[in-house]
């Protein structure tokens, strides 16, 4: 079974910048998060979609990040205007829903520097 | 709102001791709890899930056990090796599909 993929897997930018990640979940899962890791933190959610709706999305700075799962499949997290602080780890993760073990599958994340 | 914290940060020990990690949370309703590795400019890797239900899970030389009504859960490492050095998470899923990240330990073990 292929797992999460994310990619790219590094990116530099300036500030101000716009930066995209792309994020394929495991097949058949509904449920795909967003999460932002800065060093030596655990992860931060930044979105979470159902499907191709989303569930929570409390903690986006919807100013400058946007996110979008059309067809309920692949997701885009986009940033536009970086700033320094936006350095970090992207990390993307799929579950199923329903009756099942309700285990978290995390893809390899985007690395991303803000200069 | 839920709560996860973990102790010790970091902790460096020599290769063959058994030790343990602690995680605690401050919501007993839970739906599962889950331990991950992650190794540096790494995604996290799955160790271990504990469904509400169950006291206890076991996969080689890791053991994790949950205490709901304590909030707490223990990763048991047995017969540390080098290879074992990373940061371990634990995760608390509620029954909304939300899951709740404590900031990790930080293990390395010296050869």
Known sequence: EAGVAQSPRYKIIEK???VAFWCNPISGHATLYWYQQI???GPKLLIQFQNNGVVDDSQLPKDRFSAERLKGVDSTLKIQPAKLEDSAVYLCASTKTGVDTGELFFG?????TVL | KQEVTQIPAALSVPEGENLVLNCSFTDSAIYNLQWFRQDPGKGL???LLIQSSQREQTSGRLNASLDKSSGRSTLYIAASQPGDSATYLCAVRNTGNQFYFGTGTSLTVIP
């Open chain 1, 16 to 18: 101000r910048q716009s």
């Open chain 2, 45 to 47: 890797t799955s160790l």
């Open chain 1, 108 to 112: 390899e994340g985007s690395r991303l």
């Open chain 1, 39 to 41: 060093l030596g933190q």
